[in-house]
């Protein structure tokens, strides 16, 4: 699973969601809410090594991805 | 003529089964939602959840172990319904003391708040199901119930015929244990099947305990058994002592149900159709357009996500540009509707568009969005 950053919120200035990128059939995207199962399988994702891409596509590395999950709630 | 009779907190009819029961009203007695699982709207056919999963609407799978069990609709049922729930166990897995694996509805509190759970004038429920099963022997399951303390009541049935419909009952008095009991669009209580769960998470059945129980003692773990199936439909949870007829309700009220928890849109598959969706603008340097979607039901609570299903046959109608999606994803969301936007390229900035799905290869094409249940 690849995800990408990207700005959701009509006021949002900074990345508040997520969405998959390498899948053609299925596209989840989501806030970073808590409740969401799929943001909860996104953190889980992030933790086990899966890419993940900054809000212009580039690939982010291992130190950022670890560095950003820790911001996340 | 035959006629029925009247006791205490049952209005029974001449015909076997038919019955009225003794809650608040005899509408809307099942507390269940899709307790026939004829309501489908994730469509995902056969899944062995890594996790826990939503795979038959209002309907969830609690996985602590991945893959153990697949879940799909099934056209199996007894006479008087038309689906079920088939679970298959996909391993002899032997169960470890902390493994917590179970099929179950999670039902919100505003549907409960007459009963009482946690004062002296707790309501005694009836659980009642038709249950297929490939194995026999006793079985085991819960309701778990999440007050200010946690409380259980773990229940057992017996499955005496192997492949073979069979009407369970359980009846389970209200806890009359002091407790603040959860409200208004919070998790009121979970009813599970256990297909397997560990020691931790058992104890003795038949009545109210402290703690978080999901089945009962000794009871059979289907996923001990490769290729285990396990039916279950006709699901009813009502107030009273006596389980009564299962409550039918019209297609559109259950599925109106349903869409409290998923607001979504579903193509209805036919091939080479143009299914309008809604209208929108093109927002962004004419690369992305933005809609609404304006639900049928209002959500329990606002979306947080959303789940496009063959999101590039969704197209955009516009008069500059437009065509196949490249994305859908969300971006906001209130009790009242859902803005989300289409990847796109070559459209003017501020210009109307229009978005529909374009249907070509009977694929269907959904619009889940995502976060509203339990």
Known sequence: ?73 | MAYGTVSADIVQSSVSGVSLGAGNATLMKNRFINGAFNVNQYNLGTVTPTANQYIIDRWLSNVSVASKFSVAQSSVAPAGFTNSALITSTSAYTVASSDYETFQQRIEANNMLDMGWGTANAKTVTLSFWVNCSLTGTFGGSIYFPASTTRSYPFSYTISAANTWQQIAITIPGDTVTNTAPTGTNLYCIVQWALGVGSTYTTTAGSWVNGNYASSTGATNLIATNGATFYLTGVQLEVGSSATGFEYRQYGQEFALCQRYLPAFNSVGAANQVEMITTGWVSNGASTAQFIFNYIVAPRVRPTGLTCINYNSFQINAAVGGGLASSVTFLDASTAGARFQVGQSGMTTGQACQLYYDNTTSAVGQLLFTGCEL
């Open chain 1, 1 to 73: 699973m690849t995800y990408q950053l990207y700005i959701a919120g009509i006021k949002a200035t900074e990345p508040d969601a997520a969405m998959t990128i390498n899948d053609p059939i299925v596209q989840k995207s989501f806030l970073f809410n808590v409740d969401n199962s799929d943001y909860q399988q996104f953190k889980i994702d992030l933790a086990n090594g899966t890419t993940l891409n900054d809000i212009t596509g580039s690939a982010m590395t291992a130190d950022q991805i670890k560095t950003f999950l820790e911001t996340l709630p």
